[in-house]
């Protein structure tokens, strides 16, 4: 559901595969963490954290663009999450579950931060909600006001720093950034205001995602996995649907 | 004195060699002044608004204001919304009211009346409801007025409003100019390409070509013109 309220500012900003980048330094963080057996949340939510504002930093700064900041760091985290792991103890269940994500994976104390982050991102997206509306749909214009359009760049990039360590348990380091994209591309077919896509998103994300948790129980497929084809399906349908 | 500006220069880096875009720009804009800014394509208009907005940085120079960020506004040029950006009209209008500052950014009642009463003004209110994407450029460009309308500000900068519409629409969109020009004393600052209604509407021109070449009041401007004409 945040990954979705998120999606929305994310897609419409073209920032959508900033999830993707973090879940890969995620995994880095956490196959770190691993390595030497501390728990991946607290190490991995500074860090992501913390690149998230650098590769926003780095797309302001124009000299390098946007998706290639998001392409050195999600590759090079990657190759650094690889390194680590096969060094200190090859790829073992553990870091197979963060890539690909597991609900049994998930112990007690992950639960509570989870929801601890979740009242975090939504209550700092619903108090600027009509800011968030007005620097994603005119910068320019917002900046020409006098408002602060750095600093809602860096809020957005926060939100999705803690979005992507909510979800990157379930759904696994590599599949995340579909929880990011999917739902909005699905609301987008059948809304034309933005609170209707905001509204629509969250309920296409919650209903996906428990249909797919669901078929991953009942038919012993990963989460992540399930998740995003019940996404896919839901597109289809939703495009065929909107065609006729 | 609303608006001053000192020794302005802009200059854009294309990869090691600079290009100046505006050099030594001094003017200042009273109250309720009405200022054209006009020149050929490239002659560093479009970069004047913005360098005054501070949307560009200006290399020397300084910009100073007498009033809040919160009483201006601005119309861009090319519309910088995503053409299919999923909002509605009502939506991109009353996003137009939010003001600078720490206060919690929610609409209040005051907001919406006043959003509504700008959709009226330009002759929008029945398709409030519509998709942004959806409309044509000259209805965003209305839609766009409306929004930079809003909060009602004492002054306004237009970047070639009327450049995608029709006359009988530019014209409307001019009206509406005067009437806040002279009903409520808001200042306008425009750039626009279109002589016959710089003549008629505005109380002072200001020409430019990276530098500028005249600024004063209409009626200097007309003479000077003419003069101009008669020597070429």
């Keep these: 559901m945040c990954a979705a309220l998120l999606g929305v500012v994310l897609v419409l ?3 959508s595969l900033i999830g993707h980048s973090l879940a890969d330094i995620g995994f880095a963080s956490t196959s770190f963490a691993l390595a030497f057996g501390i728990s991946p949340l607290i190490i991995s939510t500074p860090i992501i954290i913390l690149c998230s504002f650098l590769i926003m930093y780095l ?66 997206f619903f108090i600027f909600y009509n800011r968030l509306f007005l620097v994603v749909s005119d910068e320019d214009f917002a900046k020409s006001i006098g408002i602060n359009v750095v600093f809602y760049h860096f809020l957005i990039s926060f939100l999705a720093a803690l979005t992507i360590v909510i979800g990157m348990r379930m759904m696994g380091t590599l599949l995340i950034s579909s929880l990011i994209i999917f739902p909005v591309v699905i609301a987008r077919k059948c809304s034309n205001s933005f609170k209707t896509l905001t509204i629509l998103s969250v309920i296409v994300s919650f209903v996906c995602f428990l249909l797919g948790m669901i078929a991953s129980f009942l038919l012993n497929i990963p989460i992540g996995a399930s998740v995003v084809i019940i996404n896919i399906l839901t597109l289809l349908l939703v495009s065929i649907f909107k065609n006729i | 004195m609303i608006l001053e500006a000192k020794n302005i220069s802009v200059t854009y880096k294309v990869g090691h060699r600079k290009n100046d875009i505006l050099k030594d720009i001094n003017f200042t804009i009273e109250k309720g002044e009405y200022l054209c800014i006009i020149g050929s394509n490239g002659s560093g208009k479009s970069s004047l608004m913005k360098a005054l907005l501070g949307l560009v940085p200006c290399s020397c120079g300084e910009v100073s ?4 960020k919160n009483e201006i506004s601005y119309l861009p040029q090319k519309n910088t919304i995503l053409s299919d950006f999923p909002a509605t009209v009502y939506e ?18 005051e907001n919406q009346k006043k959003a509504l009463y700008a959709l009226k003004l330009v002759d929008m209110l029945e398709i409030k409801k519509y998709n942004f994407g959806e409309l044509s450029i000259g209805q965003q460009q ?38 806040l020009n002279k009903k409520q004393k808001t200042t306008v600052i425009m750039v626009s390409h279109d002589s016959s209604q710089v003549e008629k509407y505005a109380t002072h021109v200001l020409h430019l070509d990276k530098k500028i070449l005249f600024y004063g009041k209409i009626n200097r401007w007309l003479v000077f013109n003419k003069s101009v004409k008669c020597i070429h």
């Design chain 1, 13 to 15: 900003k073209k920032y």
């Design chain 2, 142 to 179: 209305r839609v766009l007025l409306a929004r930079a309308l809003v909060k009602e500000p004492k002054l306004i900068f237009l970047d070639e409003p009327c450049a995608a519409l029709d006359e009988a629409t530019s014209n409307r969109f001019y009206n509406i100019l005067e009437n």
């Design chain 2, 65 to 68: 204001f007498k009033l809040s």
């Design chain 2, 92 to 109: 991109i209008v009353l996003s137009g009211s939010q003001k600078k500052g720490i206060i919690l950014p929610f609409y209040k009642k």
């Design chain 1, 59 to 124: 797309s302001q700064n124009k000299k390098i663009q946007g998706d290639v900041a998001i392409g050195i760091f999600s590759t090079g985290s990657l190759a650094i999450g690889v390194l680590i792991s096969s060094l200190s103890f090859g790829f073992n269940v553990d870091v197979y579950n963060y890539m690909f994500g597991s609900v049994l994976a998930v112990d007690y104390s992950d639960l509570v931060m989870s929801i601890f982050l979740f009242i975090i991102v939504f209550s700092l």
